[in-house]
């Protein structure tokens, strides 16, 4: 930041440069009533030699390096008389409106809170109810896979019996041929 030029708050670096500018300012401030305005424009550091000018005005200053301490001289008188600043008195008109909406705020509040659990429960019983649909789809599929496999045992076992049954079958479809064989020799030697 160049020396002499005033820099916004809006282009300070941050909290602590703006905290910096607000106590440059009041010191400043401090200089123009101790009549130090002019000494500034004469003097070689400008605005520094400004600000130390009204600090010692103020109190006393002790420079240790880069840090400069200051202590302040009737603390206690300007401790007093900035705390007797006049404040504005509260209007009793705007507490009660400010306790009137503060308690349509809690009423709306609560009616929310209330139609949020209300919709919760609702949504809590429609889960249950599509878990319990799920669970009993699930047992009965369960059922119904269970006895098909029984009865497609059942049917592979009665497939076999009747192939162990239908073993004699081509014997006996040889002794038919054999016979209708014989039958019809037997015809031919009729005739």
């Known amino acids: 930041m160049a020396e002499g030029r005033r820099v916004p708050p809006a282009e300070a670096e941050g909290p602590g440069e703006q ?3 607000g106590a440059e300012r009041s010191l400043e401030a401090l200089s123009l009533e101790g009549g130090a305005a002019g000494a500034a424009a004469r003097q070689p550091g400008g605005r520094r030699a400004t600000i130390a000018s009204a600090l010692e005005l103020e109190g006393s200053v002790r420079r240790q390096g880069l840090l400069t301490h ?3 001289s009737n603390l206690q008188r ?3 008389l900035s705390a007797t ?3 504005p008195p509260v209007d009793p008109a705007a507490l009660r ?3 009137a909406l503060a308690g349509q705020v809690a009423a709306q509040v609560d009616e929310l809170l209330r ?3 209300c919709g919760l429960q609702a949504l809590t019983a429609l889960s249950v109810g599509c878990i319990q649909t799920y669970r009993d789809g699930v047992e009965s599929l369960g059922e119904a896979v269970d006895t098909s496999i029984r009865a497609m045992y059942t049917l592979v076992a009665r497939c076999e019996e009747l ?3 239908m073993q004699p079958v081509p014997a006996l479809a040889r002794r038919i041929r054999d016979m209708k064989g014989t039958l019809e020799r037997l ?3 009729c005739k």
């Open 19 to 21: 905290e910096r500018l």
């Open 163 to 165: 192939d162990l049954a």
């Open 115 to 117: 139609s949020v659990h």
């Open 97 to 99: 409106e400010l306790v």
């Open 187 to 189: 015809e031919g030697l």
């Open 78 to 80: 300007k401790i007093q």
């Open 85 to 87: 600043s006049p404040i």
């Open 70 to 72: 200051f202590v302040a």
